[in-house]
């Protein structure tokens, strides 16, 4: 059995974070494991409260984890500060971590601040350069080339800026655009495009999460990175299709639809 871990903040309401990254993994075989990095007091309606923890517990977890059960691949999520991200980008270098993929989690769906604007420049110096694959959003990518997006080309151009930034690969999440829900895979040299219908759907939260999170179990799983990117897209589309009416604002997404 394939061995993924997640590196993630806490979502109290089940629908993103570690809970989702984990259901994710389920679904597709893979055992789940965590490093915590933060608790959020969170449900459909927003993020009430948010504490993280200590340096010290969080590079235990992910000693204990990869020391002993080991690690086939991994995914981040948020991780809120430059004391969390100084603190684990040795340690990813130190166990030599494959398929590392950098979700650049920097606001929840109801927008509220899961990066502090301090840990900015740390996320893109020190862990966007470890990962196989980073997967932004609109608004994240724009953050991190310091370009507006509105179009297909737009996202090409920011996937290459991206790309200098360290990155072995880029994944340019399309949904916040309109029309159909494009995404933009650039491996350095050539692009990929993947394109679902849009589909009208209030309940999406968790869907970054959980994207990222099936891109690292395909991976684990041989597949290599456009295959995966792929799976998984279809995956997370399945998903939204099926989402839960869960909770008085923006529901989670489906993660017990079918893998394959």
Known sequence: MKRLLTIAGSDSGGGAGIQADLKTFHQFGCFGMSVITAVTAQNTQGVHGVEELSPEIIAAQLEAVVTDIGVDAAKTGMLSSSTIIDTLAPQILEFKIANLVV???????????????????????????????????????????????QSTDDMKKVAE????????????????????????????SSFHEFSEPRLDRKNTHGTGCTLSAAIAANLALGLSLIPAVANSKKFITRAIRESMELGKGIGPLNHFVSPQ
């Open 103 to 149: 979700d650049p989690v920097m606001r929840a769906k109801g927008g509220d601040a899961l990066l502090q604007d301090s840990a900015q420049k740390a996320l893109i110096d020190k862990i966007i350069p470890l990962a196989e694959v980073v997967t932004p959003n609109i608004p994240e990518a724009e953050v991190l080339s310091d370009i507006n997006i």
């Open 161 to 188: 800026i991206i790309h200098r930034r360290g990155a072995k690969n880029v994944l340019v999440k399309g949904g916040h655009l309109d029309g159909v829900a494009v995404d933009v895979l650039y491996d350095g």
